[in-house]
């Protein structure tokens, strides 16, 4: 792998009813983008099932499953999969929302449950109420990429600004956001946040969606993108059942933080922003 140019897949499904056809489908397109030379192929928030209570619920025993193929995909491949995230059971009554990580060899290297759950009603609809259907994660780590540093966020994550803060702190330039975004609130600020955080990180932001499908309860806006250090589009995937391969040039992160050093610029002697475990 070549460390200064990064390869990365977005695979974009269109999502249907049936959980076992949507992850036959996630790892199909895992297989396409491995064959456009994606060295990372990313999905997108529970890809294996419409965002909808009913459809997260019947999709919750298909994970396991699903988590040995993905495994599977990326040892065969010998690539990076940030596996979107799934209904992963836990102790309680309720999912967590997690989205795991596997390396070249298959192995799981980083996890993340959603922090934050969408419980609301914006303008253009649908009312959604995830706290219904799932539990909130509370940690947030990062790990380690020959491209860099890197995190993920799950879907709603990416509207909360201390979490980029402290992942700037952690040394992050390369962040992936799984989501499923509707088409009203996809339309008013996917695009927007993506490029935002690219700014504030000065780095790269993989977010991925499922494609458009109008046949759903809950329609998700497709367009998944890449942006870049400098807010920058570097790939968009429009709305349509597709996988866009986009070629990252990593070392254009440096350049920019040497000639806008936004980092170094904050005034840590008047305000900080930390985890509560004090990292």
């Known amino acids: 792998m070549n460390n200064r140019y990064l390869t990365v897949g977005m695979c974009q499904p269109r999502l249907v009813y049936a959980p076992q056809d949507n992850i036959d489908k996630a790892l199909s397109l895992i297989d396409e983008a491995a064959g456009q030379g994606a060295e990372v192929a990313v999905l997108p928030e529970m ?25 599977d995909k990326a040892r065969r491949h010998g690539i990076y999969v940030v596996a979107g995230s799934l209904p992963y059971a836990a102790k309680g009554p309720k999912p967590f929302n997690r989205a795991c990580v596997f ?15 969408f419980d609301c009603e914006p303008p253009g609809g649908p009312s959604v109420r995830e706290s219904m259907t799932a539990m909130p994660g509370s940690e947030l780590g990062v ?7 890197a995190a993920v966020l799950v879907c709603y994550d990416i509207r909360f600004t201390p979490l980029i803060q402290i992942l700037v702190d952690r040394g992050v330039s390369l962040l ?22 690219a700014l504030e990180i000065q780095g790269v932001v993989v977010g991925v969606q499922p494609a458009q499908n109008p046949a759903l309860a809950y329609v998700p806006f497709g367009h998944s993108i890449t ?23 990593m070392d254009e992160c440096a350049r920019i933080r040497s000639v806008f050093p936004l980092i170094e610029h904050r005034r840590t002697d008047l305000y900080r922003t ?5 990292d």
């Open 103 to 117: 390396d070249p060899e298959g192995r799981i290297i980083h996890t993340h449950d959603k922090l934050h759950l």
């Open 274 to 278: 930390v985890w509560q475990d004090g």
């Open 176 to 197: 992936f956001v799984p989501a499923q975004f509707s088409t009203a609130t996809g339309k008013a600020h996917w695009e927007m946040l993506l490029r935002v955080r």
């Open 143 to 149: 790990f380690k990429t020959p491209w860099g540093t």
């Open 227 to 249: 942006a870049g250090p400098w807010g920058e589009v570097l790939g968009d995937a429009g709305t349509e059942e597709t996988v866009s391969v986009v070629r990252v040039d």
């Open 47 to 71: 890809f294996s099932t419409p965002y909808e209570p009913s459809a997260i619920r019947s999709a919750v025993p298909l994970t396991p499953c699903a988590l040995q193929r993905l495994s």
